[in-house]
């Protein structure tokens, strides 16, 4: 069973940087692709940013993208997403969930997929 925990949200005032980050333990191997998802009071859940296994290439949602980056380090079995110039509208519960094959992230439609073994969450408050 693959166990993922979220960490690093908190409040922080607009145009601030948070980091996340997204530790996986269990069958990490099973499930190259990492997703962060967001969910806004009020609005449905939404993709962020997936990372593939491999290379490690990635996808961003349009409305982080030049603001958020994300990243892996495969020793530490971490997901960081970056998030820069942050603004209210990013205020949301942000997860991190895995898919088990790198079309999960595809440059086409990176999260049409449905995303499995979700963490707890993180919450991310952008205000001043």
């Known amino acids: 069973q693959l166990q993922l925990v979220e960490s690093g949200g908190g409040l922080v005032q607009p145009g601030g940087s948070l980091r996340l980050s997204c530790v996986a333990s269990g069958f990490t191997s099973d499930y190259p692709v990492i997703g962060w998802f967001r969910r806004a009071p009020g609005k449905e859940r939404e993709g962020v940013s997936c990372?593939?296994?491999?290379?490690?290439?990635?996808n961003y949602a349009d409305s982080v993208k030049g603001r958020f980056i994300i990243s892996r380090d495969n020793a530490k079995n971490t997901v960081y997403l970056q998030m820069n110039s942050l603004k209210p509208e990013d205020t949301a519960v942000y997860y991190c969930a895995a898919g088990p094959a790198d079309y999960y992230c595809s440059d086409y439609d990176p999260f049409r997929w449905e995303y499995f073994h979700w963490g707890q969450g993180t919450q991310v408050t952008v205000s001043s």
């Open positions: 990372i593939r296994g491999g290379g490690g290439g990635a």
